[in-house]
């Protein structure tokens, strides 16, 4: 930690002096002027499925804004996300992260919901979210809403330990063309093309976008086999159709191509590493109407198709999902806000024999069916009681509840908020826990004879469930400082294991000794911590925002269970979560920003703790155009993050530098 506190202190005085300078040199530039509300009045909708203020909000809520965004100098939504305190987001090669909410993580971490404008991305075939295929234009975000927790009440199943909400702004709010080009050491070329205006009623816009991101590092420097190419093209359209009605539409459509280093699901001193792929392409369309009623209620009606062909371990995947909600939001009276919905959802999945993978039956359509209501009641002057539930109907398990109570004080004049909850989620099976059949690894003991281990899927593998309680407090102390505290304690049962099957015996040309595995449900886990984040305006040129975050975890098996669990402390949980953000404006023209991550090492790893220098220098060169070069990885010229996972030989995140101009007509 010695290394850590000195580049922090190296990076405030760097800051100080800047700070000074620009004081000097050029008339002195409001940090409130970059659209940074108080803390309190910034709108959020994931929390209720309606839009209220954080200060209403009774969860751990995490808002990464615009300007957030823009000056971060990231070009991926994985490391937007760094930002947020209790997101562990490790890297894994170029193309590959693990990405999980208090804990649990791996390549698909499965106990997070990410919603891209109310449209999951979560895939049921695996569990998790593919991550390179999901890449937005920076400029279009809004802003990403975090849960740290569950929110099942509202989104449903697999909104285990928290939801990734990513809000794209309206066409309204982006009109007139942008160009952005830019290039660097490890980014090959990046570009967009985008234009938007408006056709009598309706606003819209078009883009296009190009990536090339090269090769990262193997241990002793070596070059990996990790670049990564994307296109991506999309459409969004907003129209006013009367005073009460409203209608949006968007479309993408994107093509990956992605190179990996493979290798069996299970170290073994027979391992034979081999170069793979990962590509995929496909795209989706969602249409949202919205109709207010009298009085300020209104109802929303949301429906859209998303369809992908992938190719993973040669393990060709046809994914195709149709969904449809409804959601009504009614002000009963002065004290009660209700909100209720229903959806029904349809996915084809098809995973043809790959390597070593096959799927029994390979193709599947699956039916999906839920409901939910939630009421907001305003007990006393200062006091507010949320209760509600969500009930669904999957084709693994049948009907679920998942509620939540959450009590809620936050006077109206004190600029500061106490809430507390008490929720219980469930994460469903997905298609590789009940229908997956994985070679984990093949071993010769003698002419003729091998070894095998194998995975069977587990078609009567019950719902993971999570008892949660949390509490936390948020309040603006003056208007240059305010911070926001969330504590948990979780008690999970059900959790996955792989289970030994006794040893069989597999006559032909080849005798194959077969030890098969399958999934049960004999694991149970408690968690604990907490998150702390504070938000600091120095001055009118300079604001601070550290964060920390403290995660402890007790992994248990039931007395009959003689496997193991899918996760480890070893690798999912890290104990210790440090950051800090800054960002000083130089002069009118000019801002420098730095950002500090910090990930302790979890508990018995053999992974070291790791430490991410981030720094961009922007400078705006005309009303239209803007110039930037963005640092990244900068402490080390190499840097492990996360290691092997699913197969996917982990490499080393390479230093790299990276410009970019940006022109606005």
């Known amino acids: 930690m010695s290394g850590l506190l000195r580049y922090i202190l190296v990076i405030i005085v760097l800051v100080s002096r800047w700070g000074a300078f620009a004081q000097q040199q050029s008339a002195p530039l409001d940090l409130t002027e970059v659209k940074l509300e108080d803390l309190m009045n910034i709108r959020v909708t994931s929390v209720s499925k309606h839009e209220q203020t954080l200060s209403r909000a009774a969860a751990a809520v995490f808002v990464i804004r615009q300007e957030d965004i823009r000056r971060s ?138 990536f090339n991101i090269g090769n990262s590092a193997m241990p002793r420097g070596l070059p990996a086999n990790d670049s990564w190419q994307r296109s991506h093209a999309g459409f969004r359209s907003d129209w006013d159709i009367s005073k009460r009605d409203s209608l949006m539409v968007q479309g993408d459509l994107f093509a990956n191509q992605a190179n990996q280093t493979r290798r069996f699901f299970v170290d073994t001193p027979f391992d034979v590493q081999f170069p793979g792929t990962a590509d995929a392409a496909g795209g989706d369309v969602l249409a949202r109407w919205t109709h207010t009623l009298k009085g300020g209620s209104e109802t929303v009606i949301q429906t859209y198709y998303d369809s992908y062909r992938r190719s993973d371990l040669s393990v060709p995947e046809v994914f195709r999902s149709f969904d449809v909600d409804f959601q009504h ?70 009907w679920q509840t998942e509620p939540s109570l959450r009590l809620m004080w936050s006077p109206p004049q004190g600029r500061w908020t106490l809430w507390a909850a008490g929720s219980r989620a469930m994460r469903q099976p997905s298609r590789q826990d009940t229908d997956m059949q994985i070679t984990l690894f093949q071993v010769p003991v003698a002419p003729g004879v091998v070894q095998v281990a194998r995975l069977f899927g587990n078609p009567h593998l019950p719902d993971e469930e999570v008892r949660d309680y949390e509490a936390g407090y948020r309040s603006e102390i003056t208007r240059s400082l305010s911070f926001d505290l969330a504590i948990f304690l979780s008690f999970y049962r059900r959790l996955e294991t792989f289970e030994p099957l006794p040893i069989t015996y597999v006559f032909g040309p080849t005798l194959e000794i077969l030890a098969p595995y399958t999934y049960s449900a004999a694991g149970k886990a408690r968690d604990y911590g907490g998150e702390l984040a504070l938000n600091w305006t120095v001055n009118s040129h300079w604001r601070i925002s550290p964060s920390y975050a403290n995660l402890h975890a007790v992994l248990r098996q039931d007395r009959t269970s003689q496997g193991t669990p899918t996760f480890s402390l070893a690798n999912a949980f890290p104990s210790n979560m440090f950051q800090v953000r800054s960002a ?76 970019s101009i940006t022109w606005k007509f």
């Open 329 to 398: 939001h009614i002000k009963a009276g002065a004290r009660h806000e209700l909100v209720w919905g229903l959806g029904a959802r349809s996915n084809y999945s098809s995973l043809s024999p790959g390597y070593s993978v096959g799927f029994v039956p390979p193709g599947v359509t699956q039916g999906f069916y839920s409901t939910f209501v939630q009421d907001e009641m305003h007990v006393a002057p200062s006091v507010w009681l949320i209760a509600g539930s969500k009930l669904e109907h999957n084709v693994y398990t049948g």
């Open 584 to 659: 000083i404006n130089l002069s009118h023209s000019m801002q420098f920003d730095q950002a500090l991550y910090y990930t302790g090492r979890p508990p018995g790893a053999t992974m070291p703790d790791h430490t991410r220098l981030d720094l961009r220098f922007g400078r705006r060169l005309s009303e239209s155009a803007e110039f930037s070069v963005v640092g990244q990885n900068l402490l080390r010229p190499r840097t492990f993050e996360f290691g092997n996972s699913y197969g996917v030989i982990g490499t080393q995140a390479v230093r790299s530098v990276f410009a």
């Open 73 to 210: 100098g990231a070009t991926n939504i994985p490391d937007l996300l760094r930002m947020v305190p209790g997101v562990i987001v490790e890297r894994i090669d170029a193309n590959a992260w693990a990405i999980s909410v208090r804990g649990f993580n791996a390549r698909y971490a499965n106990k997070v919901l990410v919603l891209v404008d109310g449209r999951t991305v979560y895939t049921p075939s695996f569990s998790g979210v593919f991550w390179e295929q999901l890449d937005l234009p920076v400029e279009d975000i809004d802003r990403i809403e975090v849960i740290r927790g569950p929110g099942a009440a509202v989104w449903g199943a697999n909104a285990v330990n928290g939801v990734i909400s990513i809000i794209t702004k309206s066409s309204r709010d982006t009109r007139g063309g942008v160009i952005t080009a830019g290039a660097g050491s490890n980014t090959r070329a990046l570009g967009l093309v985008q234009y938007g205006g408006t056709a009598g009623a309706a606003s819209y816009r078009v883009f296009g976008k190009y």
